[in-house]
Each structure stands twice: as structure tokens, then as C-alpha cells.
């Protein structure tokens, strides 16, 4: 069972800036496939950014060139730098992790990003 911590979440101005982070458990965090996802609601969660064990990167196209999504193996951490922030992106953000060996999916709790005047 991992466990996942999301955190930096908040309020920030529009064309602002904000840094997440994905806080997991387990000794095994290198081999994750890491995502961060995001719902608002009554709508489907949607990928905004994904990172490999080989520190490959894919990103929703409403966000690429604003977003970095980043990960530090040896703090069992994922971040999303968020940069030129609209007031479309305030939704909640969830961080997944894969594990590839089995295929099963592990979700954090959540943050909120509100981006507003």
C-alpha cells in the first residue's frame, strides 16, 4: 500500500505561481510512474503531467509550457511547478502513483488551487 501527501495548494493571483508536491510512503518510489490529475467538478479527472522512473515527461496540452513536473527519488517526492497561472486551473489536484510490476494505482487526498483577483 502506498501512501500519497499532496501539498502546496492555495490561492494566487492570476499569472501567479504555485508549486505542488506529492509527498510518498514505501522504499520503492524510483520505479513509480508518477502523475499529477485534476477535476473540477461534475467533470472527469484529467492528466495534467506524468514522469517515469526514466524521468520521461508528458503533459496535457493545456498546459505545456507552463507547467514542470519534477520528481526527487531520494525524498520519495513529485512536484508540479505551476507557472502563468488562469483562473481555468483552479481545480482540485491529485497525485497518482503506478506501480508498474502489478498495475495498480494509488491516489492522494487531493489540493485545491484557486486562481483568482
Known amino acids: 500500500q502506498v501512501q500519497l501527501v499532496e501539498s502546496g495548494g492555495g490561492l494566487v493571483q492570476p499569472g501567479g505561481s504555485l508549486r505542488l508536491s506529492c509527498a510518498a510512503s514505501?522504499?520503492?518510489?524510483?520505479?513509480?510512474?508518477m502523475g499529477w490529475y485534476r477535476q473540477a467538478p461534475g467533470k472527469q479527472r484529467e492528466l495534467v503531467a506524468v514522469?517515469?522512473?526514466?524521468?520521461?515527461?508528458n503533459y496535457a496540452d493545456s498546459v505545456k509550457g507552463r507547467f514542470t513536473i519534477s520528481r526527487d527519488n531520494a525524498k520519495n517526492t513529485v512536484y508540479l511547478q505551476m507557472n502563468s497561472l488562469k483562473p481555468e486551473d483552479t481545480v482540485v489536484y491529485y497525485c497518482k502513483a503506478r506501480d508498474p510490476r502489478i498495475g495498480m494505482d494509488y491516489w492522494g487526498k487531493g489540493t485545491l488551487v484557486t486562481v483568482s483577483s
Open positions: 514522469i517515469t522512473s526514466t524521468y520521461s515527461t
Open positions: 514505501g522504499s520503492i518510489f524510483s520505479i513509480y510512474t
